[in-house]
Every structure is written in structure tokens, then in C-alpha cells.
């Protein structure tokens, strides 16, 4: 049941290492559909809804997400993905469990569970990503995780250490043996960067953080400032930005698709094995789009993500998870039962591994309510 036609290249379940326990095939949907439904039906996904991409829940209800992100990640790669005839199910299904481990509180939250755990393993949200689906879902009566296929699992492990990839089995050998994930997980990656740099502007305009002014000084969005103008002068400031920004998007994502067409051409790959033994990514930018793509996401570190406004959210939630994290390794009667229960069977790793799930698991309103429960 793959969707046709898809280049000799592109990830097929009939090539696939198929799924960890062994299932019967379903009736109307192939494999990659079936895993693609099961991540959006998992609970993990649901609390994506109130789990911070930059601005903190409480903060406005119009800013993203991490599943509006999740969502808009998978209609740029959707799209890219049947340009260029990959499984476009398999890459749908890669960008919406991306996040699905991500903590509470975007990138703050992560750098704080890892500053934590830092004695015990370190925390990475990549890796969680692959636990949720791996382990800590709990749904099916006849295995733990989702089984989702291999190359599902494998576009969501996007880093990993050497010592962390010894440990995974089948989807960590390609971090040893320095081998390429499929084409449908190199997308997936590349359009998780281009979700958030294109959309992040959005949001941090509408959040009055970042300027026109500023922005223009972006060549990517410069370009496009210029045309709409032209073809559309005196614009009211909302559908100007949103004009820009789609036409941002329109450019860097037509970039990939011819940039990774010619890169194909190179390369000359027959199968997905080729692909892995290519040495290098072959989805990619444009040596000039992929610079103006970069200089947009250093600009954005410096007037978005590090703004004094968003630096002083920052500074509270790092408190907030400091202090659940100390609370829970010092008495683990103090997180829900089944939490309690596994973080009491094993060495001080082990249970900070428990309190890493039970934390990383937590929406942003969540974690201020534990905070508020535990501190009184």
C-alpha cells in the first residue's frame, strides 16, 4: 500500500525493518499511515496543545504551540515530499512525533531537565522523543510504546551520542557507523528548521519583540518585504507580515526542492541503501538560501529568544523545574503513583530517569500547578 509513484529512492514498507513486535497488516492503511495515526492519537501529542515553542502558554493564545508547530512542520514536509516522490505518509508521520519528548517550556525547559540530570545520563529531547514512542505510551494490550515501523523511529532520533546509540539497538547503528537516515527523515529534520525560523518571526512580531525594522535588515525577508510592498502599498501590517512570510516559506521551500533535485542527480542513488551510504545529507539548501536561512535563525537568537522579556520568562521557569526536579529525587511519594512506584525500584540513575519522564511529560500549566502544589 505505498503511495505511488515513489522514486527507487524513497523509503517502501516492502524495504522496511518493520516494526519491533511483530503485528498483522491492517486492512485499509499501510504502515506508515497506521504510525502516523497512532502518534496523533497518543497522549503525548495531545499535551503538545499547552507545551511552549516560545511563548509560554499563559502568554496569548495566538502564538504557536509545540502541535501547531508539530502540524506546520508536517504540511512543509508533506509538500516537499511529493515533489520529489518520497513516502509522503512516512514523512508525515516523522514530523508530527519530532517534539512529542520535548519539555515543558520550550528550550529553557530542555537545557534545564539537562543541566538536572547531568550525573545521571543527561536529558535530550530527541532521545525522549523516541522513549515516548518506544516505552512510556501506554495503550496497546500486546506491547509497550507505539511499534511504530524503523524508519519512523529512526527520522525522529534526529542526534545522538556514541554511548546512547550502543544502547539502542537497530535504530542507533547509523550514529555508529556514521551511515545517513532515509531521505523522508533528512526532510523531516530540515523542515522542523524551516517551520520554526519562518513562524517565529511571526510570532515574535505579533509579540511586539522584533521589529520591522529589524527584520529588514534580514536578507530572506528583506527580498520579500520589497515585492509585496510593491505590488501592494499602504498593506495593513498583519497581512503584510503574513505575505512575507508565506512567500519566505514559498522561497526556501522551493530552494530545497530543486537544490535536493540536483543533489539527487549527483549522487545518482537506486535504492534508500544508497542513500544512507551517501556520506553526506542529500535534502538540503542552496549554499545562498541556506546562508540567509542561517543569518534569520542567529537574528532570531539574538532579538527573540534572547530579549530581556522572554530571558525573564526564562529565568522562572528554570526555578519551576529546578524545584520539581529536586523535590521528586528526594521523595518520589510526592510524583503520581506509577511514577512513584518505577522510580522506587532502581539506583539513583534509574530514579532520575523516572522523574526526567514524569517532568518532560508535563504541559506548561501542568508544571506551575506541581510547582504551586509542592512549595505550599
Do not use: W
Not at 50 to 77: C, M, P, W
Not at 190 to 196: E, G, K, L, S
Not at 350 to 376: K, L, N
Amino acid at each position: 500500500m505505498d503511495p505511488a509513484p515513489l522514486a527507487p529512492y524513497a523509503a517502501t514498507e516492502s524495504r522496511s525493518k518493520g516494526r519491533r513486535y511483530r503485528e498483522p497488516d491492517a486492512v485499509y492503511r499501510g504502515q506508515y499511515q497506521r504510525d502516523r495515526d497512532r502518534i496523533i492519537h497518543s497522549t503525548a501529542f495531545r499535551r503538545l496543545v499547552y507545551k511552549t515553542q516560545v511563548f509560554v502558554n499563559h502568554e496569548g493564545d495566538l502564538y504557536r504551540t509545540r502541535l501547531t508547530h508539530s502540524l506546520e512542520v508536517a504540511q512543509i514536509g508533506r509538500s516537499v515530499a511529493v515533489a520529489l516522490h518520497l513516502n509522503e505518509p512516512l514523512t508525515e508521520a516523522i514530523c508530527l512525533a519530532h517534539d512529542l519528548g520535548h519539555t515543558p517550556f520550550g528550550h529553557a525547559g530542555q537545557h534545564t531537565l539537562n543541566a538536572c540530570m547531568r550525573e545521571y545520563g543527561g536529558f535530550e529531547h530527541n532521545l525522549q522523543s523516541l522513549r515516548v514512542v518506544d516505552e512510556l505510551e501506554a495503550k496497546y494490550a500486546d506491547f509497550p510504546g507505539l511499534n511504530l515501523m524503523f524508519e519512523t523511529r529512526e527520522g525522529i532520533l534526529k542526534h545522538c551520542s556514541e554511548k546512547n546509540a550502543s544502547a539502542l539497538g537497530d535504530v542507533g547503528e547509523r550514529f555508529l557507523n556514521r551511515t545517513q537516515p532515509g531521505l523522508e527523515a533528512q526532510l523531516a529534520d530540515i523542515c522542523d528548521a524551516v517551520a520554526y525560523n519562518n513562524h517565529d518571526v511571526d510570532d515574535g512580531y505579533r509579540a511586539g519583540l522584533i521589529s520591522l525594522e529589524q527584520l529588514r535588515g534580514q536578507p530572506l525577508f528583506d527580498a520579500q518585504y520589497r515585492e509585496v510592498t510593491r505590488r501592494y502599498p499602504g498593506l495593513e501590517d498583519r497581512r503584510l507580515i503574513y505575505e512575507i512570510i508565506r512567500r519566505m516559506i514559498n522561497t526556501v521551500v522551493t530552494d530545497i526542492i530543486e537544490t535536493t533535485k540536483r543533489s539527487l542527480d549527483e549522487a545518482g542513488p537506486e535504492s534508500i541503501d544508497d542513500v544512507r551510504a551517501a556520506g553526506r545529507p542529500l535534502v538540503g539548501f542552496s549554499a545562498e538560501i541556506g546562508g540567509q536561512h542561517r543569518l534569520l535563525k542567529q537574528f532570531l537568537h539574538q532579538h527573540l529568544y534572547g530579549h530581556e522579556q522572554k530571558l525573564e520568562m526564562t529565568r522562572k521557569v528554570q526555578t519551576v523545574l529546578r524545584d520539581l526536579f529536586e523535590t521528586f529525587m528526594s521523595d518520589v511519594s510526592r510524583m503520581p503513583a506509577e511514577f512513584a512506584a518505577a522510580a522506587g525500584r532502581g539506583d539513583a540513575a534509574a530514579r532520575a530517569r523516572v522523574v526526567a519522564d514524569y517532568i518532560a511529560g508535563m504541559t506548561d500549566r501542568y508544571a506551575f500547578a506541581e510547582h504551586r502544589r509542592i512549595s505550599g
